[in-house]
């Protein structure tokens, strides 16, 4: 659940505390919904120079190459450091976001079966991944069963699916719902490349609104 973000300098805590590889990981999250990509990635290259032996600070690197929509440089970057060091990298999940964004839809959904079985981030994915690869009919089954199996709880999520399935709408909705649950997706919908077609719509102008986002 999220609450009103504060009004608060957002590096505070990174100028407390510059060399607390957790609070800099925070600042990178932080800088990239508030759209500042530039220093966001000067910090993610700063999270491996202070940790380099800790795989989330490699994953974050790649994390934030996906929400800067740099989508081949965090897929190249994430197989790299899997190749070399296969303990540094353990999220198929930003691999399999990268190749979806990218077009390489059944590799997409292979790498998301690595994910928990049916978890809320692999039934996600898949169900991406076969909207994006042109099967709405197997796209549809996989919706049901992941609304089946969490109900309201992942509205954001669902927001980003009917959105990319071309039902305004349903999608308007669900973020509306997302909303007066203050679910924690909702950090992310600035930035976030599959809501990408419902954008221009007033009524996500109004929740973005509404989010209250630090200038």
């Known amino acids: ?9 957002p590096g505070r805590a990174v100028q407390l505390a510059p060399g607390d590889v957790e609070i800099v990981g925070r600042h990178v999250f932080l800088l990239l919904r508030l759209g500042k990509q530039a220093q966001a990635l000067k910090e993610a290259d700063r999270m491996i120079a202070l940790d380099p032996l800790n ?8 994390s934030a190459l996906y929400d800067v929509r740099r989508y081949q440089e965090g897929l190249d970057y994430a197989e790299k450091v899997q190749r070399d060091s296969p303990e540094l990298f353990r999220a198929p999940g930003l691999i399999a976001d990268c190749l979806l964004m990218l077009g390489q839809t059944r590799e997409a959904w292979r790498q998301y ?3 928990n079985p049916d978890s809320w981030q692999e039934l996600n994915g898949q169900t991406l991944a076969l909207i994006r690869g042109g099967d709405r009919s197997a796209a549809l089954e996989s919706l049901s069963k992941f609304k089946r ?5 992942c509205n954001y999520q669902y927001a980003g699916i009917y959105a990319q399935l071309g039902d305004h709408d349903r999608a308007l909705s669900a973020l509306e719902d ?7 997706g909702l950090v992310s919908i600035k930035i976030d490349p599959r809501l990408d077609p419902i954008r221009s719509e007033p009524r996500f102008d109004a ?4 989010m209250t986002f630090p200038a």
Do not use: C, S, W
């Not at 199996?149 to 709880?153: A, D, G, V, W």
């Open 178 to 184: 997302a909303f007066a649950m203050r679910d924690g």
């Open 113 to 115: 079966g690595l994910l």
């Open 55 to 62: 795989h989330i600070t490699y994953e974050n690197r790649v």
């Open 1 to 9: 659940k999220i609450q009103k973000m504060p009004r608060l300098a």
């Open 207 to 210: 929740i973005v609104k509404k």
């Open 149 to 153: 199996l969490y109900e309201n709880t």
